[in-house]
């Protein structure tokens, strides 16, 4: 069923496999753009990336160094890097297929979300998605495939958080001890006067470039996703 006027394939919607209305793809490439913002922080692997970066900045005892765009535009491009095969698959499975009319919209959305869910499951503890299934008061599923996304997008993104922090705890120690020697030795000197972080801060920017923190830091983060 069509409205020959416009060229408007209504069947699309129903996987015939014909033509799918510009329209629809133009109002379909918008819906992806307006959620395309909450898909990255809820969905791909930017929450830990983010979140470690900027515990690094505080380890340091800097609030504007580097600057919240620079933080930014590293955890995208790493998130980039990290999410690349999936990206990929999304394409081959779902972009691709649409474009050239070969699917239905529906299709293509499952064909989409399927590598993210993948993604998702395989960095979600099985406790985080217990508790969302607790909370939500529904039965356990039988297999991993009948977890439904709504449940799975939560544990994932506490499963982040976790270890995010872990991996952020680990990075903030070294720091921590270094203010802590400096402190302690300001004050057998007597000079409980001078803030430590005077001292300690060009101490810690001097051995993180000599161990080449920022190396060490990203292999960790991308080193972290499985």
Do not use: C, Y
């Not at 006027?5 to 209305?21: C, E, S, Y």
């Not at 499975?93 to 399927?114: F, H, K, T, Y």
């Not at 008061?137 to 982040?160: C, K, M, N, R, Y």
Request: net charge neutral; hydrophobic share 55%.
């Amino acid at each position: 069923m069509s409205a020959g006027a416009f060229g408007i394939t209504i069947d699309a919607l129903h996987g015939n496999g014909t033509a799918v209305a510009p329209a629809l793809q133009i109002v379909l490439l918008l819906t992806v753009l307006a959620l395309l913002p909450a898909i990255v922080v809820a969905m791909t692997s930017f929450t830990r990336t983010i979140i470690v970066l900027s515990m690094l900045r505080h380890a340091f005892g800097m609030q504007d160094t580097p600057p919240n765009m620079v933080l930014t535009s590293l955890a995208l491009f790493l998130t980039l890097f990290t999410m690349a095969p999936v990206l990929s698959e999304i394409n081959t499975r779902s972009i691709q297929p649409l474009m050239a009319n070969s699917v239905s919209i529906d299709q293509a959305v499952r064909g989409g979300i399927e590598p993210l869910r993948r993604f998702m499951i395989r960095q979600t503890r099985e406790k985080d998605l217990a508790l969302m299934f607790e909370v939500a008061h529904v039965p356990v599923p039988g297999s991993i495939d009948e977890v439904q996304t709504v449940h799975l997008v939560p544990a994932f993104l506490l499963s982040e958080l976790k270890t995010a922090f872990q991996v952020g705890f680990v990075i903030f120690l070294p720091f921590l001890l270094l203010d802590l020697v400096v402190a302690g030795i300001l004050m057998s000197m007597g000079m409980m006067m001078v803030p430590p972080t005077i001292i300690s801060l060009p101490l810690k920017i001097l051995m993180f470039v000599l161990i080449d923190g920022w190396s060490l830091v990203v292999r960790a983060l991308l080193g972290s996703f499985h």
